[in-house]
Nanobody, 124 residues
Framework: VQLQACGGGLVQTGGSLRLSCAAA????????MGWFRQARGKEREFVSA????????YYTNSVKGRFTISRDNAKNTVYLQMRSLKSEDTAVYSC??????????????????WGQGTQVTVSS
């Protein structure tokens, strides 16, 4: 499975961005998808995930109410809509796919495939 993430950029505090991650190489609906981020000098952290069907969704507490994960299985794409961005959201965001399509794991080790990251910078 190849994953291609895009949509990052520079935005002011309180602004919005939408990240996209396109998948190729496997039936997309069979994959659980997740977003992780890594700020400079920090460990990678879980952001959000949803199951292959989209029925199970999970967010880390710091983004609840501000970020929305969704998927379009017809387009083989998962999205992360980010609103009310804060400086602490600045990081490289990466998408990941898990073959266990019913899962919604917060652990990076659960994911089988990773895309390259896209930089999100929130300026004050």
């Amino acid at each position: 499975v190849q994953l291609q993430a895009c949509g990052g950029g520079l935005v002011q505090t309180g602004g919005s961005l939408r990240l996209s991650c396109a998948a190729a190489g496997r039936t997309f609906s069979s994959l659980s998808m997740g977003w992780f981020r890594q700020a400079r000098g920090k460990e990678r952290e879980f952001v959000s995930a949803l199951s292959g069907s989209g029925n199970s969704i999970y967010y880390t507490n710091s983004v609840k109410g501000r970020f929305t994960i969704s998927r379009d299985n017809a387009k083989n794409t998962v999205y992360l809509q980010m609103r009310s961005l804060k400086s602490e959201d600045t990081a490289v965001y990466s998408c990941a796919a898990e073959r266990r399509g019913y899962g919604c794991s917060v652990y990076g080790s659960s994911y089988d495939y990773w895309g390259q990251g896209t930089q999100v910078t929130v300026s004050s």
